[in-house]
Nanobody, 119 residues
């Protein structure tokens, strides 16, 4: 059974930092492309950052220079370090593991962790 479990969310003041973690099990973690998405109330889920298997991280424009994605394949964990947080970063953050093999798409999601940026 595949599980992705996020942790590290919470309430933080503007300008503060949080580090999200996503622990994976039930998959060969190292061969999956990993990503963080977020969904704010009333909005669609959007990509925040991604780190491919064996590739370089990439970020959406609104987090460049503030967020850093990294992965530890030995411990089946992907991280999202979030600095200089803004109120507009408030959302539920989701971890995603995705891999395409031949005609099959393997796509898994965590349950999400709430991040609230407010004074």
């Amino acid at each position: 059974q595949v599980q992705l479990v996020e942790s590290g969310g919470g309430l933080v003041q503007p300008g503060g930092s949080l580090r999200l973690s996503c622990a994976g099990s039930g998959i060969r973690f190292s061969i999956y492309n990993m990503a963080w998405y977020r969904q704010a109330p009333g909005k669609q889920r959007e990509l925040v950052a991604a780190i491919p298997s064996g590739g370089s991280p990439n970020y959406t424009d609104f987090v460049k220079g503030r967020f850093t994605i990294s992965r530890d394949n030995a411990n089946n964990t992907v991280y999202l370090q979030m600095n200089s947080l803004k109120p507009e970063d408030t959302a539920v953050y989701y971890c995603n593991a995705r891999r395409r093999w031949l005609e099959n798409l393997y796509d898994y999601w965590g349950q999400g962790t709430q991040v609230t940026v407010s004074s």
